[in-house]
């Protein structure tokens, strides 16, 4: 018999304890729930939360800063010295203005007293229902699986600018050190085959650490390379229009990716209300969220700044889509060296923590679907001289496996990094940052349909949506055009 719908809601929400085990930075805060009256529990009756301003400002910096930044010099360069800057600007307002109606839905009916919300998800549910709530756990899945094959993408480039910034070190920027993307790829897939057999990867925190380090790491050679060149020159390269290009059409869809990659940057909405649920209160917790994400967004913003507009002074019309693997920048190699390295321990990592949400919630709804099936509930013992020994069942390798196997077969079809981030951009931008927490907040203040707010609130969530369309269309039209040669 097929399952009922209660069973398809058990399955949900212990989806959810699985997204918040691998995205939330406070564990004990989610899997624990006391029932005495204690000192030390909050009004939910689980341990008291300790999070401050500060572990909130450090948490959302962790979880923006990261890939995206080293394609901004790029979305500068299309969108030129008054679209570039304009649109870091305006992507930096809304995220803010969208997290803070965002903070107001951790609690319903109140924002203040009501019941906890502790992931996305549950609030979508309990604002607007079930049916979007589903819809809202696909894009968020959706995300996650698009973001594993950037990271394909992007560690392969990375791994084969290593060998290219040596090359170009020994024989001259002249010589021809070609190499092939796809051999990395496989490289990259074949090692993150191997972890994801490792289940759950129990503690996961050392690894947001390791990423934390290595994004600020890259980022602050990608805009120290970027200042030095301009100090060096002595003047700012680049145009009021941005890039020349061939046509107004070709400019038109590059401008548009652009605007998919700068989408892509900014929000964070998957992880804040993660987020907000490990701080303290009193003060409440979404006023505490709304100081941390302006703070965080400021700090983030400073970078974006830098590294966008910095490598565009530094390089104009030649800058290339990755800052650091486009090799605008030559010496010191060993630098270039360092940075790639650390965006691939960033990405290495990266790459196990959105996926293994996805295996643990297939993992289980295929354990509850076909219950007796021998192939899902068998495990075996797997010892190794390495690592921990770990149980394994058949299922769980093929689907792990074939997992890993679609992310880089989809990058080998189409290894274009800035294209690739445009169109996950797109698709997180307007239905997750902006769509469900303007949805949510109207609805939570019982914000009477025309009046000023619903229309303001409306006509902003329009526009998101035309750009977000925009970003799309132009991403996806520049991955044909790559692939075919148009």
Known sequence: MPPSKPSLHTWYKESRRIFCKFFCLDMALHDQSLELADPLLDDDGRLRRTGTLGTCVAHIITGVIGSGVLSLAWSVAQLGWIGGPVALLCFAIITYFSA??????????????????????DAVRVNLGYKRMLLCGFLQYL????TGVAYVITVSTCMRALLKANCYHREGHQASCKSSDAFYMLIFGAVQIVMSQIPDFQNMEWLSWVATIMSFCYSTVGLGLGLAKVIGKGKFEGGITGVRMSGPAKKTWTVFEALGDVAFAYPYTLILLEIQDTLKSPPPENKTMKKGSLLAIIVTTFFYFACGCFGYAALGDSTPGNLLTGFGFYEPFWLIDFANVCIIMHLVGGYQIYSQPIFATFELWFARKFPNSGFISTFYTMKSPIIPSFRISLFRLFFRTSYVASTVGIALAFPYFNSILGVLGAINFWPLAIYFPFEMYILQRKITAWSREWVALRTLSLICLIVSLLGFVGSFVSIISAKFNL
């Open 100 to 121: 803070s109606k965002l903070a107001d839905c951790y609690r319903y009916p109140d924002s203040v007293n009501g019941k906890r919300n502790y992931s996305y998800m």
């Open 143 to 146: 995300s996650m699986f698009v």
